[in-house]
Each structure stands twice: as C-alpha cells, then as structure tokens.
C-alpha cells in the first residue's frame, strides 16, 4: 500500500510518516515547506532508515498534483498541508481559503481524476466553535469565529457532498485536539518560526531563556483554577491514530468523523507545573487578560474512536512535556 502524505513535512505529518513505516506502509511526501525546514525530510529518513520520495510541490497547483497522481500508484491520501495560524487567518482570509480550501479541492480532482478515493483528513477541535458544552461530541452544531476554522468546516462539509454523491469515496475527518510532544529521539518537532502563538511552544523558549516569561491569557474562566483548560495529546499518540483512521477507510466507504483528544482536561496552571517538573527549569509567567476567540474549556468525548477505531491516547501531559523538553534542548544544542 502507498499513501501520499500532503504536509507530511510538518509537526503531525512528519510524526506519522514515522508510523506508517512502522505499520509497514510506503509514503511519498508532497510538501511545499510553507511551513516547514525541507531538511525535515532526512531527519524522516534517518529515524526509519528508509528512503522515500519526496516532492517539494504545493497542492494550489493543479497540474503538480496530478503529476504526482500520474508517476506513482497511490491508494490513498493523509491530507495534512494547510495553513493553521489562528490569527493570520483573520488578516489574510484570501491565503487562508485559497490554500486550505481550494488547495484540497485540487487534490481531490487529482484524486478523483486518477481513480483515488480515499482521504483520511486534518480537521480541528475548532470547529467546535464557541457554543457547545465539554466534552465535545462529534455530532454537535459547528460554527468558526475564524477563516481558519471555517476553512475546516468548509472542507469537511466538501468531503461529506462527495461521498454523498459518489458512493465509492471514503473519507475519514479527524477532529485533533491540541497536539503537543515530539518524537522521543528529540529529532521530530515543533519548532515554529518567530515568537510562537500556541502554548508549548511558547513555554519551551521561556525555558530556554529566549523569552523572559509566558502570558497566561485570564485566569478568570469558569474552570478549577480560571485559567484555559484543553485537550492536550502526545503528537505519537496522534500519529498512531491515523494509521487506525486509514485502516476504517480501507473499509469502510462515505464520510465519517473522529475527535482524537485524550478525553481529559488540563489547565494552563497544570501544564507550567508539568513543564517546570520535567525540564527542571523556573517557567515565570504574568498573568494577562483573555486572548479574544479562547473558550474557557475544550476537551474531546472520545468515545466513538475508542470504539470505533480502537483507538486511545497512551501518554500523559509528563511525558508530553518531558518530550517537548527534550526537543527544543537538542534544537538548541544544549
Ligand atoms: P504544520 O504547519 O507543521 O504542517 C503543515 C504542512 O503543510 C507544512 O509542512 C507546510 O509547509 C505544508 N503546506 C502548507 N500549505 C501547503 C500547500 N499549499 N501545498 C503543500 N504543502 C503545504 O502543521 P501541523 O501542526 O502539522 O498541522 C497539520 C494539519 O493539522 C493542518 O491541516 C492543521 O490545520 C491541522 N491541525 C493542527 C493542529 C495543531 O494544533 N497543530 C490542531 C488541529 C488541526
Ligand atoms: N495560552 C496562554 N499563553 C500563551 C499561549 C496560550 O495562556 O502564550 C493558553 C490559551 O489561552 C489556551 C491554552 O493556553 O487556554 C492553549 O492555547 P494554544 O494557543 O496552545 O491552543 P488553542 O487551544 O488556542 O488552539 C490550538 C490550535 C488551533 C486549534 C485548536 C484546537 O492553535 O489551531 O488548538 O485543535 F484549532
């Protein structure tokens, strides 16, 4: 079996290629390293011990798509490139629809065109939006306050209407919570350019010593300690998942969705506490008021994928931290 990997240079895609060696796939990786270092591709390699190819092309070209379509036997796609900054997407709406949402129509016509009807693709808790009630299940109301989120559920309604209209398509909408960790040989992981918006990231330069001390966006949501309660998942644990997501599809035909979470909630209060223990370092923080667009609690029922995919997260927010550490102190040379 081949699987084409679009984004598969980034954090999640590459922490999954990992895996599908693993269960004994072949991949082939299509990324245009918007987001990502193309020297990412021979830390893959070193890590499996294996070649593959890799094509550095971007998915808002069509015929670059189908090219790769016409050159290899594909027989089914993980569908991770797009862009994800929450706030860019709210300054440049027009990148992020173009990329995220016309870019994947471009791969399923490719798809399409070459006899490939099976996705397995990157959605988020986000689509959530602002009013359901933790724990969230897959079948709640959606809405976004954001393109980025909309984006999502203007791609999973798209992969719903073709599954509905063409009957030998499968599509498996994965529903990620918050993904943080990297690979335990400190190799693979998140490490994004200029000051980082999300949380890990951020508290990983404050140990470092590259940023003086985190923000904590309010501690005065309606949560145990009033700071923001989330969903964290170790990003293995996430790649694991999708080898179970791609085999349901192998399976089973139309569209159908999954949260991968943990199921637990953790404050950012318990994260510092959390990061401090496993990296040893002092995390100072200042307490701010409220980043606009933030729920007070997300968290995932993760029930169906339990059952369904028999599937369930492994590792807890120690070891998460612990992996993030160990990371960004091999980045740094420390
Ligand atoms: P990432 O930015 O590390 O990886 C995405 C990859 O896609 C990058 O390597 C980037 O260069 C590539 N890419 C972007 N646009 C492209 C294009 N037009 N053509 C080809 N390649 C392109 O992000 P990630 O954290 O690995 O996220 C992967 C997917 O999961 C994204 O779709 C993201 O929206 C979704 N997601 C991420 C999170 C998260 O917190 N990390 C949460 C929920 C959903
Ligand atoms: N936070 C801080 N200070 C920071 C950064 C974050 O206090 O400097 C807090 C946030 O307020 C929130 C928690 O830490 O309570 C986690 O924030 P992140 O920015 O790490 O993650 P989000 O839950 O806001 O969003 C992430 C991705 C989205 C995705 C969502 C659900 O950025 O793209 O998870 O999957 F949609």
């Known amino acids: ?116 009807k099976n996705i397995i693709f990157s959605s988020s808790a986000t689509v959530y939006g602002l009013n359901n009630k933790v724990p969230f299940e897959e079948t709640m109301p959606l809405s976004a306050i954001n393109p980025y989120g909309q984006s999502k559920i203007m791609i999973e309604k798209i992969l719903t209407d073709l599954c509905k209209a063409d009957l030998e398509w499968s599509a498996v909408i994965l529903r990620y919570f918050n993904p943080i960790g990297a690979h335990e040989s400190g190799l693979l992981g998140e490490n994004p350019k200029g000051i980082p918006n999300n949380l890990i990231p951020y508290i990983n330069h404050v140990a470092l010593g590259d940023l003086p001390y985190l923000n904590i966006f309010g501690n005065d949501y309606d949560t145990p300690d009033g700071t923001g309660v989330r969903d964290y998942i170790h990003v293995v644990d996430l790649a694991k998942g999708h080898i179970k997501a791609m085999d349901y599809g192998f399976k089973h035909k139309g569209a159908e969705v999954f949260n991968l979470g943990s199921g637990k909630g953790t404050s950012v209060f318990e994260i510092v506490k959390a990061y401090e223990k496993a990296s040893g370092k002092k995390i100072k923080y200042k307490i701010i008021g409220r980043r606009a667009g933030d729920v007070g609690m997300c968290y995932a029922d993760i029930r169906k994928a339990e059952k369904v995919l028999d599937w369930h997260a492994k590792y807890d927010i120690e070891k998460m931290c612990r992996d993030s550490w160990n990371f960004i102190k091999k980045q740094h040379g420390n």
Do not use: W
């Open 1 to 116: 079996m081949s699987i084409l990997v679009t984004g598969g240079n980034g954090f999640i895609g590459s922490h999954t290629c990992v895996e599908l060696a693993e269960a004994g796939y072949d991949f082939i990786i299509m990324d245009n390293c918007s987001n990502s270092d193309e020297k990412n591709i021979e830390v893959i390699q070193k890590i499996i011990g294996k070649n593959f190819k890799f094509y550095n092309a971007d998915m808002r070209d069509f015929n670059g798509v189908d090219g790769i379509f016409k050159e290899n036997t594909i027989d089914s796609v993980i569908h991770f490139a797009g862009l994800k900054a929450v706030g860019e997407s709210v300054e440049k709406p027009l990148e992020y629809y173009e990329n995220n949402v016309s870019g994947t129509i471009n791969v399923l016509k490719a798809m399409n065109k070459n006899s490939c």
